[in-house]
C-alpha cells in the first residue's frame, strides 16, 4: 500500500491532486506509522477506532476503503487500487 | 429357540425406522424425538472438537458429523402423513434449517399453504427460505406475502424474496418493487427485536448518497493534532480519498 501511494504522490507532484486519509488508529499508532512510512499526504483521525463518525457517516466496514472523487466532489470510483488506481487518476487528470 | 428372538426384532424395527409407525398420529413426539437425537448427536460432536486444532476440528467433523439424510427423509414422511398436525410446523421448520439451496421437498410447500398459512409460526418458517432458489421456494414465498393474514410473515416474506436475488444484477427493478412494499406497508418490521425495515432504508439511503455520479458528502473533522479540516478544502484537486489504519 504505502510504496504505491508514495509513487503515486511522487508522480503527481505539482498537479492538483492530494491522497486524503480518514485514520483509524490510536493518535500513537498514526504518528508513529507516518513517521515510519514516510506518509506526507493529511489524513482526518477518525478517533481512534473502526467505527469512528466519518467512517460511520460513509458506511466503511472493510478497510481500506477507497473513493476517488474529481475536482468538483464528484464520486467517480470505488475501491480501486494498485494499477486501476493509477488509472482512473490519470483519466480524471486527462478530463482538466 | 430361534422364534424367540423373531418379535423382539420387530419391536426393535419399530423402535429405530419411526417412519413405520406413521399410521397413527403419532407424529409428535416422534417428529421431536428424531429432531432430539439428530441434535444431541451434533452437540456431542461439538463438545469433541472443543479445544482441539483447527485441523482436528476440519478432521472431527468430516470423519464423525452425524449425516442428517435419514432424519430428514423420516421427519418429511412424517409431516406428509400428518400434515395439519401440531409438529408439522416444527418438523417443516427444522427441515428448511438442513435444506439449503436445493430447498425443501416440493410437498411440504403445499403442507405449509394448505395447513399453516396463517400461522403465528409463519416468519421463523419463512425467513428460513432466503436461501433456498427453488421455483416452489417462489411461489410460496410469495402467496405468503399476498394471502397470509399474519401481517409479520407477509413482511418476513418480501425480506425474503428480496433477499434472493439482492446479488442478481438482472433483478434489480424487482427488488425495487419489493422493497417499496416493504417500506410502504411494513415499515416496522421487527425480527429478533430489530426493526429491519428502518435499517434496510437506512442503508439504502447511506448508499444512494455515496454513489458513483454523486457529489461527495462533506467532512468536517479533525488531524490528529486536534487542527479542523473539511473534504471541501480540497475541491479543484483530484482526491483519493483513503480509509485506512495501520495494521
Known sequence: MYPHERSLVARMKDKPFTILGVNSDSAKRYKTAIKENEITWPSFWDGGKTGGPIATDWAVRGWPTIYILDTKGVIRYKNTRGKAMDEAVDALMEEL | ?247
Open chain 2, 1 to 247: 429357540m430361534v422364534s424367540k428372538f423373531i418379535p423382539l426384532t420387530i419391536a426393535m424395527m419399530i423402535g429405530f425406522h419411526p417412519v413405520a409407525s406413521i399410521a397413527q398420529d403419532t407424529s409428535g413426539p416422534t417428529i421431536s424425538k428424531i429432531i432430539e437425537t439428530h441434535e444431541d448427536a451434533v452437540e456431542v460432536l461439538y463438545k469433541k472438537m472443543r479445544g482441539k486444532s483447527r485441523e482436528e476440528q476440519q478432521k472431527l467433523y468430516e470423519a464423525e458429523y452425524p449425516k442428517p439424510d435419514q432424519a430428514i427423509e423420516s421427519i418429511t414422511a412424517l409431516v406428509l402423513a400428518n400434515p395439519g398436525g401440531s409438529a408439522s410446523l416444527d418438523g417443516i421448520d427444522w427441515l428448511l434449517r438442513y435444506s439449503g439451496q436445493k430447498g425443501v421437498n416440493p410437498a411440504l410447500y403445499n403442507v405449509l399453504e394448505t395447513h399453516h398459512l396463517h400461522s403465528e409460526k409463519l416468519q421463523a418458517i419463512v425467513l428460513k427460505m432466503a436461501r433456498s432458489r427453488t421455483p416452489e421456494t417462489q411461489n410460496f414465498l410469495t402467496t405468503v406475502s399476498e394471502k397470509s393474514k399474519i401481517k409479520d410473515a407477509r413482511g418476513a416474506a418480501i425480506l425474503s424474496l428480496m433477499k434472493r436475488i439482492e446479488r442478481d444484477k438482472e433483478k434489480e427493478d424487482e427488488h425495487t418493487a419489493l422493497s417499496k412494499t416493504l417500506f410502504a406497508e411494513h415499515a416496522d418490521l421487527i425480527i429478533n427485536g430489530r426493526n429491519v425495515t428502518k435499517s434496510i432504508k437506512a442503508k439504502r439511503e447511506a448508499e444512494e448518497k455515496l454513489a458513483i455520479g454523486k457529489v461527495a458528502p462533506e467532512i468536517i473533522g479533525k488531524d490528529v493534532d486536534g487542527k479542523e479540516m473539511k473534504l471541501s478544502d480540497y475541491r479543484g484537486k483530484i482526491v483519493v480519498l483513503d480509509f485506512w489504519g495501520d495494521w
